[in-house]
């Protein structure tokens, strides 16, 4: 942390600032300029409130040295976090594909897409049974009966599930069923729920907020992970900028940010990230160009029919050469898929 | 709804688009035009699913003609909610200032900050028990010991309190101590939270999500109010945007706007919305001028040692010097403070 | 400027950046934490290049202390800057009214709305000559014959004027009949128009790009007080931002922070800045409220057949309610207009 | 276009409405709902200004059925513009590459650089002579002897140039030096200067700004077109949001979007896009990946001592590097390099 002082500060500020930092069990550097005494702190690991300091009388800002995130970070574990899941790896040398539709709605539609993207290739099969809706008149999924059509579907297929979790109550439900729990975007800080999927045993993929920035995406990581759950996936979405054109600003950059911050894996969503069918394909290429780990892509066997999310969804044969294009691409990036 | 075809979209298109319509039990009106076919569905009332329609072959996009929200909308009451509260009223003449620290840290802290927004005119008094922080390692918040000490401010001034819920499950706890529960701009979309305090029999002051566009808060709004209960202030607090400057950007046109597109009282939250102290009494002043019904004002006597939030605090002297300013710029509206 | 070396940094890499900042002529203050090496920087009014120290090997960031713009700061020369124009002083006590279509169309629009807003107390008359349009298809402005026009009503009404230029060679024309040189949100980075309304002799309003920050504008306003004009208002119309019911998210937070930052004038436009006439006397007044030292507003006989912007101007008569509203807020912070 | 008329709207409002639309020449359906009457304007080709129907009384909207781009739009023109320059085709199969440092600034570092990015492949040279910069304390290029090295250079490799054009005035100078003008962010709705360079014989790269969206960027290319110049290359830099660990947020969706509207070829900047080294080389492969035409990169022999930009500078081995991998993926997509 170091602390810039007003111009003109006086003295005394100086002093009191200095005070409260050794107080802290801090030592302090102390450089005065003739325009601004500039204060540094040096904590050894000491947790610094540098809100505190930045509100003491004469101090202009206190800047942050270290990084607010610690278990998420690639300083403090520096090789990737890779873990299995029902025979992939997942943050390994293959990009892992999850793809189905956006909500559950019966039985046929899952069936039919989950046999439709296994055979494409697909890893993991995703599915929404407590889907969050900005209206509380669009259908709100399944529930529960959405959870065994998941169950059924994985009994099938053999590929594991991701499904949604949106509260803290439904995570001992959510988790008899799913294989890895979903935090969406619009749960990223919702912290009773960090809390819960933390303490589960369950791998959970937690998706940027759509006006949050990656520190803060990293951050809610370090609330499951401080909880004990270390196999979290970072997925980015997009996120909301001033453009019409697309439903959300895909921030491919992320992944090899995210990727030099963290040690853990990156998952892209172009489905929401773009919001239209037709950017889906370019942009997955693009997330596996760009270093990602994964894939979850929205996949329905007649969109114009789906209740919810059909404008970004593929069509199974789609689906499927897209698959094939991302398999070359991948190739030219070092890895499978 | 008004569905635009695609430049050179086949008559078969068209025709499955107006069977699909008839289909929904509503009316359609064909517009040829030599450039576009525009076909305007005619609902009179029947929730229509544009987003399906758009999915459709040979739809280019689907225009909805009207507002998605309804109980919460103008159109639909078209008289200002206005209820009481402790001898004031919320959503009339009067401009209600909410005032008081950011989080609860000890008892002297609160019932000093209590007293001292009570002198200065106050008519209620905020304090947080339950507090959303981005790092896990900041403080959360007093929970349970914090609500007591607001239920022993509340004793002493006779203020009525506002305090935050963060979950579902502490919506019981937080009604048997609170006279308006908060949802956090976090919590926003948090729908399990917004069906909980729906339920229950206590105004709620939404705040409006730092990303969350003035329709979304009021599909907010529209959850709670669906779930039965009446109450529901707004609260504009601030939009995340490139500005560094200041914390959030004060979207203070969001007053009228919302007054305009709803009946439902609006508050303003000048601390959270500059995140700098020096602003607040600005910020504070324009949100009257603008129209607000409401502010929300975080006051700490000694804002250099908060344990959140100090840099936008104010201290008690100036918070009453600012109530005499706003009751200034109250009377030039109209009003009274 | 600060130095924060990168976690790790060798020995070498800390000296070589020691050297450097040494050969600039600068003084080094080192401080050794467990964590990192800081290095502070000490000018004393040196101009620092920052970024090219930032990209030497071993260091993280480097982190300015010091404002970048001198000569548009407050710390620079504390008094506001007040100067006269036509009678009244810009920057003074008195709230200044600039008012007028958005665009000059033909005689007996311009000359109609002069005298109309002459008669509701406006003490400056803008109109638009050049007009910069997103399509190529859109009206262009009327040019020369426009700024004739402006200066036909001048004449008429007593009134100064303001008038946009848009680039470099239009200035010693557009100088000749306006009192104001207008430069647009889309110009504000336009440095060659920058650098010739520098060298001309009359007053220039900088209006604020519409994605950048306060600190850009006052960059911006550096450059034309660097060449040698001293007589520059700022000017807020509103920044971009996800939220859609507004043309612009009107930032009034800017108003006290450039106050702050600054000793410039400050205008706001509430027509820009909300695009919606309905919200232009809320935000206007709380322009006001919040400290601006002018409005600019959009006024027009018949908005239904404007040219431009006419879904943003107020019909004369509504400007007129607005001008009486203004004088009780301008009163109530201590102000006239 | 079609109007929606407010809900209650009068008889004669609707009269009004129509008769207007016949006054310009088009036809008028109307649907009268019960909630709603909606006006649908068959234009067959012909302008309508939405805006001023929007504002009549009791209006609600105007939306817009047509792009407002032509010349830039692919309806209008459905196969792709491909141009010859120096032997290669813009827009073709072959992913065009344009390298070099961000400011010329001396002899020996643009020569140097020059060799460096030929033989690592690049087509095109690129280095900025005149250097739009935030602060007028900053180095502003070294202007016309800037663009004799550029000639020296070019003479040397036989690599063509780009460099940026920043006033109108500059036009004709620039012109003789360049084999492609630049038009940067800053510039992009700067309206002189596009006129200018749409008369002139070069082609020209449009850079979006970084406060634009895609329809603004087709406008601004709609203006050059409109002047004459059909040689137009849009570019992607990244447009500003509200994360700050990047310097921009590359759009990447925007490539896919553009090619689906457009017929122009498009490029990608990842250096300005990020503004981090690190992630320029995962960012050009995400690029070609989602279907661009060609990439700018910056590259200077020694980032540490640039004079502008050298954070997000490429080193020349890392630029031949990732010349090695962008052809693997060029490959994947069924392009070259």
New interface residues.
């Given amino acids: 942390m170091?602390i810039?002082m007003k111009?003109g500060a006086a003295q005394g500020e100086v002093a009191n600032v200095v005070a409260r930092i050794e107080q802290m069990g801090c030592?302090v550097?102390?450089?005065e300029?003739?325009?601004?005494t500039?204060i540094?702190v040096?904590?050894?690991?000491r947790?610094i409130d540098g809100?505190?300091l930045?509100?003491?009388?004469g101090v202009e800002r206190a800047?942050p040295?270290?990084r607010?995130f610690k278990l998420a970070s690639r300083?403090f574990h520096p090789s990737n976090t890779v873990f299995p899941l029902n025979g992939v790896s997942i943050g390994g040398r293959q990009v892992i594909t999850m793809a189905g539709p956006c909500a559950i709605e019966d039985r046929d539609q899952l069936l039919d897409t989950a046999r439709a993207v296994k055979d494409a290739g697909a890893h993991v099969l995703r599915g929404g049974a407590f889907k969050?809706?900005?209206?509380?008149?669009s259908f709100q999924g399944m529930g529960h009966e959405g959870l065994k059509l998941l169950a059924e579907a994985r009994q099938e297929t053999g590929l594991p599930v991701i499904t949604e979790v949106?509260?803290?109550?439904q995570v001992p439900l959510v988790t008899t069923y799913a294989d890895i729990l979903q935090i969406g975007a619009?749960?990223m800080?919702?912290?009773?729920?960090l809390h819960a999927v933390g303490e589960s045993q369950r791998p959970v993929m937690l998706k940027r907020?759509?006006?949050s920035?990656?520190?803060?995406l990293l951050?809610s990581a370090?609330?499951i992970l401080?909880h004990g759950n270390d196999r979290v996936i970072l997925c980015e979405r997009g996120?909301?900028?001033?453009?019409?054109?697309?439903r959300n600003?895909?921030?491919?950059?992320?992944?090899?940010?995210l990727k030099?911050l963290s040690h853990l894996p990156v998952v892209v969503d172009p489905s929401h990230?773009?919001g239209?069918w037709?950017?889906v394909a370019?942009?997955a290429?693009?997330?596996?160009?760009?270093?990602a780990d994964g894939l979850i892509i929205e996949v329905h066997r007649s969109?114009?029919?789906?209740?919810?999310?059909?404008?970004q969804s593929l069509k199974p044969s789609r689906f499927s050469d897209l698959m094939s294009?991302l398999a070359?691409?991948a190739?030219?990036?070092g890895r499978t898929i």
Same sequence: chains 1, 2, 3, 4.
């Fill in positions: 170091i810039i111009h030592q550097h102390l450089s300029g003739e325009e601004r500039i540094g040096i904590g050894n690991g947790p809100e505190q930045a509100r003491m009388s800047v040295v270290l607010p300083e969050p809706r900005t209206s509380p008149y949106m509260a803290p109550e619009r749960s800080q919702n912290y009773a729920l907020g759509m006006m920035t990656v520190e803060e951050m370090e609330y401080s996120i909301r900028t001033f453009e019409p054109y697309t600003t895909l921030d491919l950059s992320a992944v090899p940010l030099q990230g773009t239209k037709e950017l370019p942009m290429m693009a997330a596996v160009a760009a270093g969109p114009e029919t789906a209740m919810s999310d059909g404008a294009s070359l691409v190739q030219a990036v």
